[in-house]
């Protein structure tokens, strides 16, 4: 048995939730967690300021296996500049084209929240698009040096080193004094499968460096006499992460938001005026926050291109319940075929822990239980897999008909802007927070106890190891991209496209062919393209209030031919109706060149589009072009021929 604490509750409690350097006499201990490295005679004394313990050898390891094991994962990026993410290529292309509209508002003085580059005339809302501007306008040099491919790979591969290193410090410097504690929990937060899967396409969700010290500095607004100053920070930060990703930022708000209700109602009596001193320094930074966010918001949710939710199929995106137990195939212990059947996609397995991780977790709360923030964040990471199942909660892939809370929440304004499926995503921070006050008590154990130091180790390792080894991350799935056709990186497509004209790629770009972005990406942005991979909202003349997002641009009957044709439907009959309809939207488009590479299907889209222009197209850098020019700026211009079937 331990000795009897000699600490008070609200003291133990302190220690768990922040050790905030208080004015408080010295005699009195500020943390009941010492630092393991420190001397026998330093035992009991306050805790050291975070920014006062320098880093040593220990935490220069420690960042550097954040470094070493992001390299890990993405190397088959950098092996292979040749190739792109197997899982979700659609969404690398689609951020590499937003690194280069970032490096383009720097550049070009490009108005930062909105771009008709892509989706011409219509354009794209970028606030509405996750456009990573905090991201991508300080790697302006890197884009314009190496291009938005090389830009993209560095992107992931520092978000997920930053975002080990940010977790490992703040968990080091605030919540444990155990550097091996610290370590272990950022490692989870760094690298759960949740976060491996998201990094096959998402860097926007696993750049979550500034999560940490977000949940750092919330904590300290509590703090006496610097209500403003620690306002003004947590508001800069605020700012930051919202030009990161919102979608995390929500999580994070939500998460926080229950953890310190709880927290002010079992202080309430120990802790008086806490809540007061908390809440003057949330003013102050929701104030400064709402203020500079103002209009950046107001062009997401009232500005062109705007949305009103997403589509009503997304939003059914629920969690398996039996993912939670399962093992994500980003694991050296998931299989496929399992996880096939219980996630969307490979890029939204959120909730696959393990066995051994559900177990560990459930004993971590029975062993801390007497702590109220213990107790707080078990409650969060429930709560954020009951959100996650989504409207109707399936098990191994059945519908068991039963309502998920998800079910009132999809048509909540904002909440109807969530993917219900990433809420699990967010316990992994819970999780890993919770591992690093597991470690801590195990280690204080051992230093209380000397005799059960030998029992306490063997089974702290056997515990860890058995629920975080199975998890262990495999490296990033790639395959070779098609290359952008010379006849973009000779700039030879600057001889149809001006101002007044754009390249209209056949298929149009969208979630199954997002090539096109990459040209436009490559060129810097100068050439501008019809169509779109992007999140748009729905044109339906049934239906003219209904704007909810699409992924796509609305259907055009040229585009839907074509994709139509990709997708293995034969030619219909080319007539003189076809071709009318293919001028007015070659005229809508104002394109300059029509744009065919070597793919799936090209020949058979090559014959359907040489039977609507009525003239076939020249093999010009690797890509088969109709120059239409004559007929999208003559007005009187027709186009007829003989029906063919």
Request: glycine fraction near 8%; charge should be neutral.
């Amino acid at each position: 048995m331990l000795p009897p604490r000699q600490v008070t509750e609200a003291e133990e409690l302190e220690a768990e939730l922040i050790a905030l350097g208080t004015d408080a006499p010295t005699t009195t201990p500020t943390s009941v967690e010492p630092d393991v490295e420190a001397a026998p005679d330093q035992v009991g004394r306050p805790a050291k300021r975070w920014w006062r313990r320098r880093p040593d050898w220990r935490d220069v390891l420690a960042a550097a296996t954040f470094v070493v094991v992001a390299f890990y994962l993405t190397a088959p990026l950098w092996l292979n500049l040749d190739h792109q993410l197997r899982d979700d290529p659609q969404d690398q292309a689609f951020f590499e084209w937003m690194l280069a509209h970032g490096a383009r508002v720097l550049t070009d003085g490009a108005y930062p929240f909105f771009s008709d580059r892509m989706n011409y005339p219509d354009g794209v809302n970028m606030m509405a698009n996750t456009s990573v501007l905090a991201i991508s306008l300080p790697m302006t040099p890197v884009t314009l040096l190496f291009g938005p491919h090389v830009s993209f790979n560095l992107f992931l591969t520092l978000a997920l080193a930053l975002t080990g290193i940010s977790w490992y410090f703040v968990l080091s410097r605030v919540f444990v004094s155990s550097r091996l504690a610290a370590w272990v929990g950022a490692l989870f937060c760094t690298f759960a499968p949740s976060m491996v899967s998201h990094a096959g396409g998402h860097p926007n969700i696993v750049s979550q460096f500034l999560v940490p010290l977000i949940i750092w500095r919330t904590l300290r607004l509590r703090q006496p006499g610097r209500g403003v100053r620690n306002g003004l920070i947590m508001a800069a930060l605020l700012i930051w992460q919202a030009f990161i990703n919102l979608e995390v930022l929500f999580m994070t708000a939500v998460g926080l938001g229950v953890f310190c209700l709880v927290m002010a109602i079992s202080r309430r009596k120990t802790h008086r005026g806490e809540t007061r001193r908390f809440l003057r320094g949330l003013s102050v930074a929701g104030t400064v926050t709402l203020a500079v966010l103002a209009y950046p918001l107001s062009v997401q949710f009232f500005g062109p291109q705007s949305y009103h939710g997403l589509p009503e199929f997304v939003r059914n995106f629920g969690a398996d319940l039996g993912s939670f137990t399962a093992y994500s195939s980003h694991s050296v212990a998931g299989n496929a075929v399992v996880a096939e059947r219980l996630a969307q996609n490979p890029a939204e397995e959120n909730a696959f822990f393990g066995w051994g991780l559900v177990i560990l977790f459930v004993g971590l709360l029975v062993w801390m239980r007497r702590s109220a923030a213990v107790l707080a964040l078990g409650g969060i990471a429930v709560l954020f897999a009951a959100m996650s199942l989504g409207p109707r909660i399936f098990l191994n892939g059945i519908n068991t008909g039963i309502p998920g809370i998800w079910a009132v929440l999809h048509s909540v304004p904002v909440l109807n802007s969530a993917v219900p499926t990433r809420w699990a995503m967010a316990i992994a921070p819970v999780v890993g927070i919770l591992l690093a006050l597991g470690v801590q008590r195990a280690i204080d154990l051992t230093r209380a106890q000397p005799a059960a130091r030998g029992p306490v180790r063997v089974a702290m390792i056997t515990a860890v190891a058995m629920a975080l080894v199975p998890l262990v991350p495999v490296q990033l799935a790639t395959t070779p991209m098609a290359p952008v056709p010379e006849f973009v990186t000779s700039g030879a497509w600057k001889q149809f496209v001006d101002d007044d004209h754009t390249v209209v790629a056949l298929p149009l770009p969208d979630s199954s062919y997002p090539d096109p972005l990459r040209w436009t990406a490559m060129t810097g942005q100068d050439m501008r393209i019809a169509g779109a991979y992007a999140l748009l909202p729905n044109q339906n003349p049934l239906n003219p209030t209904d704007r909810t997002a699409l992924f796509s641009p609305p259907w055009r009957p040229t585009s839907g031919l074509m994709a139509s044709i990709r997708q293995g439907n034969p030619i219909p009959e080319i007539n003189d109706t076809r071709r009318e309809m293919t001028l007015a939207d070659l005229r809508y488009w104002k394109a300059g060149a029509v744009v065919l590479t070597p793919q799936v299907r090209d020949i058979e889209m090559l014959r359907a589009m040489t039977g609507l222009l009525g003239f076939q197209p020249t093999w010009t850098g690797g890509a088969w072009v109709w120059d239409v020019r004559h007929l999208v700026d003559d007005p009187n211009a027709v186009l007829t021929g003989p029906d063919i079937g």
